[in-house]
T-cell receptor, first 115, second 115 residues
Framework: AQSVTQLDSHVSVSEGTPVLLRCNYS??????LFWYVQHPNKGLQLLLK??????LVKGINGFEAEFKKSETSFHLTKPSAHMSDAAEYFC?????????????FGRGTSLIVHP | DSGVTQTPKHLITATGQRVTLRCSPR?????VYWYQQSLDQGLQFLIQ???????AKGNILERFSAQQFPDLHSELNLSSLELGDSALYFC??????????????FGEGSRLTVL
């Protein structure tokens, strides 16, 4: 069975400082990993994805994540936070266990950006 | 715009009632997923359909049912509604089949309030 743990429920940063949102996963197969962002009262938007190619994945809006198999981690980073980055972020693991991709979501990390 | 359309966006109803939520997937996507998002449970997978057939079931209550029609749109039926069913219900679609990587495209959600 697959699972994902987002290590922080809230992360608070100042505008212009780096962002780090932590995610650990568990999977019995070669997983695909994703980060989604959800702004208030909006649907979820894909930020970036890892599907067994390059381990350092670049996404939209300056975000990137590194797949580390030895640490079973997929942390999301951004060099410099912007006010518009304030949102809920979800780490997702998905593998073919059971014959079908059923993405499993973490509980989410709320990113707060202070001016 | 993800290309996934959900209706209605908002729905207010009373306990004991029945509602139907509708989802049109992205053009070309064969797989539809339903998720429930609540404050205490996070994003919970309910059910998946692929090309009209049920593919996987998650934490879906017996009072809930879904189907995918030949034109690939899907409906989620919620009956004998309880206060605890108040939540944001998301539909997501994916390519499905052998080219599937688990990447989901989300609609904006249907917010259900049960009074």
């Amino acid at each position: 069975a697959q699972s994902v743990t987002q290590l922080d429920s809230h992360v608070s940063v100042s505008e212009g400082t780096p962002v780090l949102l932590r995610c650990n996963y568990s999977s019995s197969y070669s997983p695909s990993l994703f980060w989604y962002v959800q702004h208030p009262n909006k649907g979820l938007q894909l930020l970036l994805k890892y599907t067994s190619a390059a381990t350092l994945v670049k996404g939209i809006n300056g975000f990137e994540a590194e797949f580390k198999k030895s640490e079973t981690s997929f942390h999301l980073t951004k060099p410099s936070a912007h006010m518009s980055d304030a949102a809920e972020y979800f780490c997702v693991v998905s593998d073919r266990g059971g014959g079908s991709y059923i993405p499993t979501f973490g509980r989410g990390t709320s990113l707060i950006v202070h001016p | 715009d993800s290309g996934v359309t959900q209706t209605p966006k908002h729905l207010i109803t009373a306990t004991g009632q029945r509602v139907t939520l509708r989802c049109s997937p992205r053009s070309g996507d064969l797989s539809v997923y339903w998720y429930q998002q609540s404050l205490d449970q996070g994003l919970q997978f309910l059910i998946q359909y692929y090309n009209g057939e049920e593919r996987a079931k998650g934490n879906i209550l017996e009072r809930f049912s879904a189907q995918q029609f030949p034109d690939l749109h899907s409906e989620l039926n919620l009956s004998s509604l309880e206060l605890g069913d108040s939540a944001l219900y998301f539909c997501a679609s994916s390519v499905g089949g052998l080219s599937n990587t688990g990447e989901l495209f989300f609609g904006e959600g249907s917010r259900l309030t049960v009074l």
